[in-house]
């Protein structure tokens, strides 16, 4: 067998590791003028449940499945749900974690159920968290500095019938949206029947009796009479499969009707001139409605959008390399698996980043974040090992 130099085995080790990497992981690409890098990936978390096995060392599992996603300050906040069934039905848990601008982890903490919105109180830092959108739900605030943790049980069942999902905080008032209502009218010219619960609710935190409670009210339901942004007309909308909120840069609410492909809007929440829009989306190319998990908005030029692909366990990191255009918003698109820019004004999606798994929650940073992207990382640390492994062979041959 003829024998190879050092050299020649250390050109095999480069070509195993790049059949290593390009194997093991998605290969998302975005368009001309976009780079894409990863900022978050699946670390071990040792609080998670695990089955211990007699006589072995129990090994931490890793997070799994991120999704939601709020950026406070110089914090970034993401919710890894680690396949919680939506009803927490498992008893599991999910993962909070805190991180920096860089990507680098700071803290986590373990939420019992499966943990979907998130928001930050920008006047003490608290952060809150919706569990178990498909119902038995419950809120946790968490206070990252001490580590404590406060849980609000929601009313079981709800008035919508549902779980709640979204959470965010505007003008020092907490909203959630809700997920899995129970539908009227179901018929086969409407197979997903009409929902005419609330949709969207005002939360109060209520600490006077224990356990404690999460008081939700209502300030618009699935059927309210709305503005169709596509055509201008008023129409009585049916947000029958409510998901993700988010915000505009205004403050308007938006939650996703993700099996309706619709966004719902709302302008003024819970003010006395609040007022409702929906806007259908399409996919430019086809015209074809497309349904969509969550909706952000890039707020400076120069910012960095993050979003997550919970089916690859990865949380990305995008930037514009002219910028991006002011206010311009970016949608998760479940149809087609990519990262859409959406025509707020037409409600056109314009895929930019194809290849995706499942792309999910959506976040927008003013300042520059980043971080090593990992698959260079595995490419270091698999390259290194089999470069070891080469020159053991080597040295012994000779």
């Not at 969207?200 to 009210?217: F, R």
């Amino acid at each position: 067998m003829r024998k190879l130099s050092f050299l020649a085995l250390c050109a095999l080790a480069a070509a195993a590791t790049a059949g290593l990497v390009s194997s093991a992981k998605a290969n998302p690409i975005a368009a001309a003028g976009y780079t894409l890098t990863t900022f978050a990936s699946p670390f071990a978390d040792a609080g998670l449940n695990q089955t211990n096995v007699t006589g072995t060392t129990p090994v931490a599992p890793m997070v799994a499945s991120p999704d939601d996603i709020t950026i406070s300050g110089g914090n970034v906040f993401i919710g890894w749900g680690n396949n919680v069934p939506g009803d927490g039905g498992n008893g599991g848990m999910s993962t909070l974690a805190e991180y920096n601008l860089n990507g680098t982890l700071e803290k986590s903490f373990n939420i019992q159920g499966h943990l979907e919105g998130i928001a930050v109180d920008p006047a003490t830092g608290l952060v809150y968290t919706d569990q178990n959108e498909d119902g038995n739900s419950s809120m946790t605030i968490v206070n990252t500095t001490t580590g404590s943790q406060a849980r609000f049980g929601y009313p079981n069942p709800s008035a919508h019938g549902g779980g709640f999902d979204g959470l965010q905080m505007v003008n020092g008032n907490l909203y959630a949206s809700a997920s899995s209502p129970n539908t009227i009218n179901v018929s086969p010219s409407n197979p997903n029947g009409t929902n005419v619960s609330p949709l969207i609710y005002q939360i109060t935190a209520n600490t006077a009796s224990y356990p404690y409670n999460a008081i939700p009210a209502g300030i618009v339901n699935g059927n309210a009479q709305a503005t169709n942004l596509n055509t201008g007309q008023t129409v009585t909308m049916n947000n029958f499969d409510p998901d993700s909120l988010n915000l505009t840069p205004s403050g308007s609410l938006i939650v996703t009707n993700e099996s309706g492909a619709q966004l719902t809007i709302v302008n003024n929440p819970g003010a006395a001139n609040q007022s409702v829009g929906v806007l259908n989306l399409t996919n430019t190319a086809t015209g074809a409605p497309a349904s969509v998990d969550d909706t952000g908005f890039a707020t400076s030029t120069n910012g960095t959008l993050l979003f997550a692909d919970g089916k690859t366990n990865l949380v990305y990191a995008l930037t514009a390399a002219g910028g991006f255009a002011a206010n311009q918003a970016f949608s998760s698109d479940k149809t087609n698996h990519t990262l859409d820019a959406l025509n707020f004004s037409t409600g056109a999606l314009t895929p930019i980043v194809t290849g995706l798994g499942s792309p999910a929650g959506i976040a927008f940073s003013n300042s520059s974040v980043g971080t090593p992207e990992p698959a260079s990382l595995l490419t270091l640390a698999a390259g290194g090992a089999v470069l070891v492994l080469a020159r053991r062979r080597f040295n012994s041959a000779h």
